[in-house]
C-alpha cells in the first residue's frame, strides 16, 4: 500500500536555486521521515518530523508539516549539483502498524 | 562505525530457482527491515524484525520469507523465482523497535535479476 504521495514526480533546477517537494498522505500519522536516494543506491535519512510538530530545520533542508492538510513539504535552499537525487517522504500506516511506507518519490535534477 | 551490509550486491537468477539474501546491520542495531524497490510499484515494505521475532509482514506471497539470527544479522529468502521479482532489496537497520518512529539506516541493496 502507497501511503504518501510526491509532487511533482520530477523537478529540474539550476545551481543556486530552491527546490520544494509535496508529500500527501491518507491516514493519520505519528511521524514522517524523508529520505535520499542516489541513482538506485541506499537511501539516506534526512530528517523526522513528528506529528506534534509543524517545522523542522537542518543545514539547507526545511520541512514542514500540516496535519490538517495531511501534507508535508521539503525545502532545499541554494541548491548544488549533488542534491541531484530522489527524495521519498516515508509515513507509518495504520494497516501496516510500523512499518514504514514510502511513496514514488520525487526527481530531483540540479544542473550548473 | 560500519554501516549497513548486504550480500550479495548483485544477482542473476533464473525463473524458478530460489536465492537467499544476506543483511548485516550496524552494530548494536536489533531493528531490520526489508524493501523491495522497482520502478512500477517504488518502495514496497516486506519484514520488519526485532530481536529475532518477526514483528511485521508487508503484502508479498508467501514465497517471501525472512529471518534474523541472535546477532541481529537477517536474511531473506524468495523461493520459485518469477520475472517479477527483478528489484533491488534494500535492508534497513536501527537501534529501537518501529522503524516508522525512527530514522533508518540503509544499506546498498542487492540488485536481483531473474531471466
Known amino acids: 500500500s502507497q501511503q504518501g504521495e510526491e509532487d511533482p514526480q520530477a523537478l529540474s533546477i539550476q545551481e543556486g536555486e530552491n527546490a520544494t517537494m509535496n508529500c500527501s498522505y491518507k491516514t493519520s500519522i505519528n511521524n514522517l521521515q524523508w529520505y535520499r536516494q542516489n541513482s538506485g543506491r541506499g537511501l539516506v535519512h534526512l530528517i523526522l518530523?513528528?506529528?506534534?510538530?509543524r517545522e523542522k530545520h537542518s543545514g539547507r533542508l526545511r520541512v514542514t508539516l500540516d496535519t490538517s492538510k495531511k501534507s508535508s513539504s521539503l525545502l532545499i535552499t541554494a541548491s548544488r549539483a549533488a542534491d541531484t537525487a530522489s527524495y521519498f517522504c516515508a509515513t507509518d500506516d495504520n494497516q501496516a502498524g510500523t512499518a514504514l511506507i514510502f511513496g514514488k518519490g520525487t526527481t530531483l535534477s540540479v544542473s550548473s | 562505525k560500519a554501516g549497513v551490509t548486504q550480500t550479495p550486491r548483485y544477482l542473476i537468477k533464473t525463473r524458478g530457482q530460489q536465492v537467499t539474501l544476506s543483511c548485516s546491520p550496524i552494530?548494536?542495531?536489533?531493528?531490520v527491515s526489508w524493501y523491495q524497490q522497482t520502478p512500477g510499484q517504488g518502495l514496497q515494505f516486506l519484514f520488519e524484525?526485532?530481536?529475532?521475532?518477526?514483528?511485521n509482514k508487508g503484502n508479498f506471497p508467501g514465497r517471501f520469507s525472512g529471518r534474523q539470527f541472535s546477532n541481529s544479522r537477517s536474511e531473506m529468502n524468495v523461493s520459485t523465482l518469477e520475472l517479477g521479482d527483478s528489484a533491488l532489496y534494500l535492508c534497513a537497520s536501527s537501534f529501537y523497535k518501529a522503524p516508522a518512529h525512527n530514522e533508518q539506516f540503509f544499506g546498498p541493496g542487492t540488485r536481483l535479476t531473474v531471466l
Open positions: 524484525y526485532f530481536s529475532e521475532t518477526q514483528r
Open positions: 518530523i513528528r506529528s506534534n510538530e
Open positions: 552494530s548494536g542495531h536489533r531493528s
